[in-house]
């Protein structure tokens, strides 16, 4: 690609941004918690010592590893990071959204349908962490990611909305 790349001439590089906080899931109780990891130890074990395939045997562990996490996780609730930082950044007729944490694929996806701006990329990892974005799915499916996350399953939707608004404001700038 950087053998490919010709300059935009005269192209003003446009940015905004906006903090939005976001809401915190509600952790179960210790003990229940406690209860599903215990489960689960036995689920992971089984499937090891069963012989299933990796896979299986790697899906068991993970939850071991969701659920113990949400503990800590409900331990510490009151110093998770809830403020997120949303970036937009336009280039001719390009786009990068900055969001914090590790958004899933479907929540990049959702912007780049919203976005007015032709060529949108979406990148994490970007002005803080708030940990995994799931989306919808993800928490009704209860794995991995959706158990580590402190966030309320609302809050992918927030980061769309605030990336779908900044986005706009870009397209209809000019410098």
Do not use: K, N
Not at 83 to 96: C, P
Not at 114 to 124: A, K, N, Q, Y
């Amino acid at each position: 690609a950087a053998g490919r790349a010709e300059p935009i001439p005269d192209e003003p590089l446009l940015v905004a941004s906006r903090t939005v906080s976001l809401p915190t899931r509600s952790f179960p109780p210790r003990e229940e918690t406690t209860s599903r990891l215990e489960d689960a130890r036995r689920r992971a074990e089984e499937a090891a010592r069963s012989g299933a395939e990796p896979a299986t045997v790697r899906v068991a562990e993970s939850l071991v590893e969701g659920y113990t996490a949400e503990l800590l996780l409900g331990e510490r609730q009151d110093m998770l990071e809830t403020e997120a930082e949303v970036t937009a950044i336009r280039l001719g007729d390009a786009a990068i959204v900055a969001l914090p944490g590790e958004p899933f694929t479907s929540v990049g996806r959702a912007i780049r349908e919203r976005s007015p701006i032709p060529h949108t990329m979406v990148v994490g990892y970007a002005g803080g962490y708030i940990g995994y974005v799931p989306d919808r799915p993800a928490y009704e499916s209860g794995g991995y990611e959706a158990l580590v996350s402190w966030l309320e399953p609302t809050a992918a939707d927030l980061l769309v909305d605030v990336a779908a608004g900044l986005l706009p404001e870009l397209a209809g700038r000019s410098v």
